[in-house]
């Protein structure tokens, strides 16, 4: 282990806390899905990763932050739920294995459609000085942005809380995902509902990816691929199925993941690995997660 | 079986080996390449079809699977020169740096590592349903990879390696593709098999039934992780040069590809769409390149290849679900039927 | 002489209790059944007996030793065998192959003997299609062997969980209403099946059924549940002229 000052743990930390509110933003969008499908939509990650894309074109053509950020965010929501009606509504009766294939399906599409619209070679995502200008505390620098990002994520959260446990559509969403056929039977629009839980979750990873975006500027089509490998073990860790887990396992797998390299710098090697050595360990040791409820089979 | 059927087998079977006779004399390095290739992919999908599509389990580790096999039998078969050349960053560790093994056995071995380290991920990884046991096969596969990349006097690292002899011929890709076949059709159509396909249908009902589902689900995934390992090692002796990269998601994916097309649960289709699907990602290579029509050249878009098979196993698993031959199998009657146009009995033919 | 006991038996659901203090008792040979209304734990006791659900309370012996947190597959082994409820036929194997699965559980042969097709396996193997022929004769589906289960009609389904159950060779056998669906005729032809099977195969049978007709017709003894209690146990005139059960639920029939 390295020995460290306070000041560099610290920033160690604020680093950590970052990370962790991106991931949780994503990991959101997954576990809401699969609470309410009992899917794991393998897409997600590329969402998140094409609404970079959307920002950066939208910088590209001239427009300023405050009109591309919300478009992006609309965008993506709307892709998401495009995705939704492709590829998952017509397989919801049908074997797991299938719309685990088509989400899978999904992923590959729109991954290579990026490649080939976009070109596989790395892109540069606008720096906003607003953001990305850096801020010295005591002996350390930081960028306002790894300040900024948990304050959003956690506005975010309690924006969602409210809208899931206070609301007639959080309520509509929370039916839906305890029994289709009843919420129908109640009288609740079951595809509207899914639609909206995706278009939410789609956007809220699409503020994680434009954070993402302004905290790591490069850009490319596989760039969703390890971070929503990633944010759904955080969505598991924390309970699949669980808001609050997801951002849990989303601080858990973050902090973990910059305190495990910055302690024991030889295992940087490693770090893609962190990720997957606490989800192996957690289903084993608690499959239903850190906030999960079993759900059990009626016989 | 019939003594019909047992003559028509061993006629294909001499039909079979006179065309790789042929084809290795005659045919040119890519065609050869291609049916190797092929060979290769019914073993893959083969594997993978027991594991996924005989017993329902969510199993998305195959290329890690894959790539302890290849690098165990590359490693093997690497000649003393070879590894000095290849581990020039770190050296390879010391018991490794003499061995020099055949071909057959590094096969075995890198079939019988593969197994072993199928059993162990198995072993955690078996309790856990449906998509839980999805990603922590993918995650398994993930750390093999990364460990790989990281296991620079083993494995050379993110260099990979180079300079694998190309053992890999057509008589030992068709000849292993056969074994395998034969030895899937055997296991499939035992009390064992059956079992498997009970856990697919029902797990509750088959353990209700007796049958230990563990001890069986373990059994599956090691018989299919030895043969995917055997995959992985023919495949690294074919192409010459192996890396960690090769073994993402990307080529799992692509197995999962083959025997969806091909039907889930149903060797034979599994067999065809593996040579349709290999020989058809070469042939639409073409849309990755240029195109040169003489008067005009449409560039090639990098990636559109596979955009076309994302679409393709969107629109089987969304439209044709059951794929090709869905859980049906090649049967002399039924080819015969087919080729002499037979009106099948229900439409008032003949028997 | 006692075959299974079952010693104050609880199972919670978290805040739900779904039985209660249950206390079984079957002889060998005996046809003891068990009612109650719609959703008073009768499955739930069932699960609890072959091994799908752990007692979160109380114990169970069978043949004197105990069996309360085995897994079902073992329970099974030891000669416990069930019907379903909602039938959970192997939907989209043969019927002749779902009876075959159930005699899996006795091979002796490992995997490499199975796929060398040694003359140890290839005897069990003969040895398990016989059976489950005659096993399929004895419901009446022979006919039907090759056909995909899923295509039965629903009565010849009830058959062949049965003919499945009967393939593991069991000692006790628990059926989760049989009867379901059958008309008067059916139900009449059941009757005397399970008298027949509980003779030609030494079987003990414990029930769970609605159709009075069939209860009282061939139960020596009967259990009823409300609410995960047990209200009433004797033999069926007891319990038909027994006040409780009758406040609670006297089995309207449904093919009256």
């Not at chain 2, 690294?236 to 692509?254: E, K, S, W």
């Not at chain 3, 752990?54 to 069996?67: A, D, F, L, Q």
């Not at chain 3, 020596?220 to 004797?234: L, N, P, Q, S």
């Amino acid at each position: 282990m390295i020995k460290m000052t306070l000041d560099m743990f610290l920033q160690h930390l604020t680093n950590g806390i970052s990370l962790g509110s991106l991931y949780a933003l994503i990991a959101i969008g997954y576990t809401m899905v699969y609470g309410i499908l009992r899917l794991i939509n393998f897409a997600h990650g590329d969402i998140f990763m094409m609404a970079t894309y959307f920002t950066f074109f939208g910088v590209l053509f001239g427009g300023k932050w405050y009109v591309v950020f919300p478009i992006t965010i609309i965008l993506t929501a709307l892709l998401g739920m495009l995705v939704e009606i492709s590829a998952y509504r017509n397989l919801r009766d049908a074997p797991k294995i299938s719309i685990l294939i088509s989400a899978i399906g999904a992923s590959f599409l729109i991954e290579n459609l990026a490649i080939v619209i976009f070109g596989g070679r790395p892109k540069a995502f606008p720096t906003i000085p607003l953001f990305t200008s850096v801020v010295h505390i005591r002996n350390i620098s930081i960028q306002r942005l790894t300040f900024i990002i948990p304050v959003v994520t956690v506005i975010l959260l309690l924006s969602l809380l409210y809208l899931i446990n206070k609301t007639k559509t959080g309520m509509a969403m929370r039916a839906v995902s305890k029994d289709h056929e009843t919420a129908r039977l109640m009288g609740i629009n079951v595809d509207r509902t899914i639609s909206i839980t995706f278009g939410i979750g789609s956007a809220l990873a699409a503020v994680g990816g434009i954070m993402w975006g302004l905290k790591f500027p490069q850009i490319q089509p596989l760039m969703g691929v390890m971070p929503g490998l990633k944010c759904f073990i955080a969505a598991v860790i924390g309970g699949i199925g669980s808001i609050s887990g997801a951002v849990i396992g989303g601080f858990i797998l973050g902090i973990g993941e910059i305190m495990l390299i910055a302690l024991l710098p030889s295992l940087t090697g490693y770090r893609d690995a962190f990720a997957f050595i606490l989800l192996i360990a957690i289903l084993l040791l608690k499959p239903t997660g850190i906030m999960g409820e079993k759900i059990s089979e009626k016989v | 079986m019939k003594k019909r059927d047992y003559y028509l087998t061993a006629i294909s079977l001499i039909l079979l080996i006179g065309f790789i006779f042929y084809a290795d004399n005659n045919m040119d390095a890519y065609m050869v390449r291609i049916l190797n290739l092929c060979a290769i992919y019914t073993i893959l999908g083969l594997s993978m079809n027991l594991i996924n599509g005989f017993t329902g389990l969510f199993s998305l580790g195959h290329a890690g699977f894959m790539s302890v096999g290849a690098y165990v039998t590359a490693i093997l078969t690497l000649s003393v020169n070879a590894k000095v050349q290849n581990f020039f960053l770190k050296p390879i560790a010391a018991p490794l740096s003499n061995v020099v093994w055949p071909f057959f056995p590094a096969l075995l071995l890198g079939g019988a590592l593969t197994a072993l380290v199928g059993f162990l991920i198995g072993a955690p990884a078996l309790r856990l349903k449906g998509d839980y046991l999805a990603i922590a096969t993918l995650g398994f596969a993930e750390i093999i990879r990364v460990i790989f990349t990281n296991t620079q006097t083993i494995t050379n690292g993110a260099l990979g390696l180079k300079g694998i002899p190309a053992y890999t011929n057509l008589w030992w890709s068709f000849g292993i593709a056969i074994f395998t076949i034969v030895t899937m059709i055997l296991l499939i159509n035992s009390s064992y098999g059956r079992a498997f396909k009970a856990i697919r249908e029902d797990e509750i009902a088959a353990e209700s039934m007796g049958i230990d589902l563990f001890k069986h689900k373990v059994l599956s995934f090691t018989i299919g992780a030895f043969f995917a390992g055997i995959g992985g090692g023919l495949l690294g002796n074919l192409l010459g040069t192996i890396d960690p990269l090769m073994f993402r998601f990307t080529l799992t994916f692509n197995i999962l590809l083959i025997i969806v097309l091909g039907g889930i649960g149903s060797i034979t289709g599994t067999v065809i769409s593996a040579f349709v699907v290999t020989i058809a990602q070469e042939a639409l290579r073409f849309l990755d390149q240029s195109i040169n029509l003489g008067f005009v050249v449409i560039p090639g878009v990098a990636g559109m290849r596979m955009v076309v098979f994302s679409i393709l196993l969107m629109l089987v698993v969304l439209f044709y679900r059951h794929g090709l031959m869905g859980t049906n199998e090649f049967s002399w009657d039924k080819f015969l039927n087919v080729i002499s146009m037979k009106k099948p009995l229900l439409k008032g033919g003949r028997k | 002489m006692e075959i299974l006991r079952s010693d104050n038996i609880t199972m919670q659901f978290g805040g739900l209790t779904a039985v209660k203090d249950f206390n079984l008792t079957l002889n060998k040979g005996e046809i003891v059944a068990l009612i109650g209304p719609n959703g008073a734990g009768k499955t739930t006791a069932f699960n609890m007996i072959t091994g799908v659900y752990k007692p979160t309370n109380g114990k169970i012996y069978y043949k004197g030793s105990e069996i309360t947190h085995m897994a079902p597959y073992q329970i099974t082994k030891l000669g416990i065998a069930r019907t379903f409820q909602n039938i959970r036929l192997f939907k989209d194997l043969s019927v002749l192959e779902n009876v075959l699965i159930a005699n899996h559980l006795h091979i002796k042969s490992n995997v490499f003997e199975a796929l060398l097709r040694l003359p140890k396996y290839k005897n069990e193997d003969r040895k398990m299609m016989r059976k489950s022929l005659e096993l399929l004769e004895i419901v009446g589906l022979a006919d039907e062997k090759h056909e995909k289960s899923s295509s039965l009609p629903y009565g010849k389904q009830r058959r062949l969980e049965i003919a499945r159950a009967l393939a593991t060779s069991p000692e006790l056998l628990l059926l989760d209403e049989p009867a379901a669906g059958m008309n008067p005729t059916e139900s009449e032809d059941l009757t005397k099946f399970i008298r027949q099977i509980r003779d030609d195969f030494n079987l003990t049978i414990f029930m769970i059924e609605h159709h009075m007709q069939v209860v009282m017709g061939i139960s020596e003894r009967i259990y009823v549940f409300d609410y995960g209690i047990t209200i009433a146990h004797g033999s069926p005139k007891e319990i038909q002229n027994n006040q409780r059960v009758i406040e609670a639920y006297l089995g309207v029939d449904e093919n009256a």
